[in-house]
């Protein structure tokens, strides 16, 4: 992937754990390393068709004086969430912040910290079978989008399909969400727990009735091990409205453990 880099913008600012430097304030160096697409650019000569590099750097000089923290880590952390969040290019970026006035009593060049942050993509099915469906998914949406560091940018088509385990229950509206975040997968999963929660879903059936039920079924080609966040979802292949909902958004997306294409287990599973 091509980059853009900005190399030790010099920022007077305040942060430090020691009351002296929120108060003095000190000399920190920043760099920057984009990761993105040029090439539109390099063939159009166009500005719109990539970062404008003054702005940027004035834009995180703005950003890093506006708190005070204690770490360079914090401060790092922060620079990096605004461009990802501001702009609509990086797909990835890595941020240095050096302090060269370090107030630690050695001759040393500079203390630094580097993060490296991402935008994510991951699928999100959405299942719902109590109160106003349709509402229901909605509101989800909307609460996603709301959150600050997910947005849904692709949704599939809704279907009505029969429940599976509990039987005596209402029909489901059933979906899928691509959504791209910047959030870990055990992050994310708590976001739709709490999402879920606000929804008012209760659990008190397994697979019973419910007002909203969001899984991560895929995130980029990522295979956990944790219980929290079982990806991909093990179950995703036997069900039915999961995979043609996924379907109409990623056909040829392809599963990272069976090696497969959507499209192909689709029709695997019909086959059955």
Known sequence: MDKIYIEDLEVYAFHGVNEEEKRMGQKFLISVELFLDLSQAGKS???????NYGQLCCDIEEEFKNEKYDLIEK???????????NYDLPQRVKVIVKKPWAPIGKPIKYAAVEVDRAWHKAYI????????????????????????????????NIYETAPVGYLDQ?????????????LEPRELMKLLLKIEKDLKRERIIKWGPRTMDLDIILYDDCVTNFEE??????????????????????????HPVLNKRIYQLKEELKGK
């Open 170 to 182: 209402d029909n489901f509206f059933n979906g899928v969400f691509e959504v791209k975040t910047l």
């Open 45 to 51: 000569d166009d500005l719109t068709k990539t970062v």
């Open 229 to 254: 966040a079982i990806i991909p979802h093990p179950r995703m292949h036997e069900r039915m409205f999961v995979l043609e909902p996924l379907c109409d958004i990623a056909p040829y997306l392809m």
């Open 125 to 156: 099915a959405v299942g719902s079978n109590l109160g106003s469906k349709e509402e229901n998914i909605k509101q989800a949406i909307n609460k996603i989008n709301e959150s600050g560091l997910t947005k849904v940018t692709k949704q599939s």
């Open 75 to 85: 401060s790092a952390e922060e620079i990096a969430k605004y461009i990802l969040l």
